[in-house]
Each structure stands twice: as structure tokens, then as C-alpha cells.
């Protein structure tokens, strides 16, 4: 079983930036694509981003599009994701998970919702807060 670690989030001032990590200690993330999601209070968990393996490549929902940046780095075994101009509306848990597939198209269609993952390739989630 692979497991993933989620340190980062926090809080954050409104138009500031926060970043979110996440880490597999024991094994390697090269052979993966990773997704994204959150979850708001009250609301439905949501897929946010997708990158895929080499992280040549990366795909934003509309829920993600314009304030995210997915990114990686196979050699620290992490993938890392930043929220730009924080707003209101940013406050969540949000969670890594592998997608086991080194097709990008597969990797969209998880984090649309249309593909179901493993409920043990979860980090754990982190909670980004935005101070008033």
C-alpha cells in the first residue's frame, strides 16, 4: 500500500498564496498520475487538478482554473499545489491521490468524477483557512 503524506496549508490572507504538498516517504510517484480534490464546508468533495506522471502535463477543472499551479518533483517523491489570490471561497480540505495511469486522458476523467480511485492512495488532507 502506498501512502501518501500531506503536510502544508494552513492560513492565509485573502489575495495571498498557499501552497499544499504531498509526499509518498516509502515509495516512488513516477509511474503516477496524482489528482487534486477538495472539500468545502458543506459542499461535495470536487476534483480541482491532474498531473500526470513526468508532469509534462497538467489539467485544471473549472473549480481550479486560473488561481492553481500543479506541479511535481519525482526525484522528492512530491507533488505540490499552490493556490494563487486566495479568496473567500478557498477554504477546504484539500487531498493528493494517485491515479495509477501514465494516460493524462485517465487522470481527467478522475478528477471529473467518472473514474473511481482507490479510498487507500488518499493523503489524509489538508485544511487551507483564509483569515478574515
Known amino acids: 500500500q502506498l501512502r501518501l503524506v500531506e503536510p502544508g496549508g494552513g492560513l492565509v490572507q485573502p489575495g495571498g498564496s498557499l501552497g499544499s504538498s504531498c509526499v509518498a516517504p516509502e515509495s516512488t510517484l513516477d509511474v503516477y498520475a496524482m489528482g487534486w480534490f477538495r472539500r468545502a464546508p458543506e459542499k461535495e468533495r470536487e476534483g480541482v487538478s491532474c498531473?500526470?506522471?513526468?508532469?509534462?502535463?497538467?489539467y485544471f477543472t473549472d473549480s481550479g482554473k486560473g488561481r492553481l499551479t500543479d506541479s511535481r518533483d519525482n526525484a522528492r517523491n512530491t507533488v505540490y499545489l499552490q493556490i494563487n489570490n486566495v479568496k473567500p471561497e478557498d477554504p477546504a480540505a484539500y487531498y493528493c491521490?494517485?491515479?495509477?495511469?501514465?494516460?493524462?486522458?485517465?487522470?481527467?476523467?478522475?478528477?471529473?468524477?467518472?473514474?473511481?480511485?482507490?479510498?487507500?492512495?488518499w493523503g489524509q488532507g489538508t485544511q487551507v483557512t483564509v483569515s478574515s
Open positions: 491521490t494517485i491515479v495509477p495511469t501514465v494516460d493524462q486522458n485517465r487522470c481527467i476523467l478522475t478528477v471529473h468524477g467518472e473514474v473511481e480511485t482507490d479510498p487507500d492512495s
Open positions: 498531473i500526470n506522471n513526468d508532469g509534462s502535463s497538467t
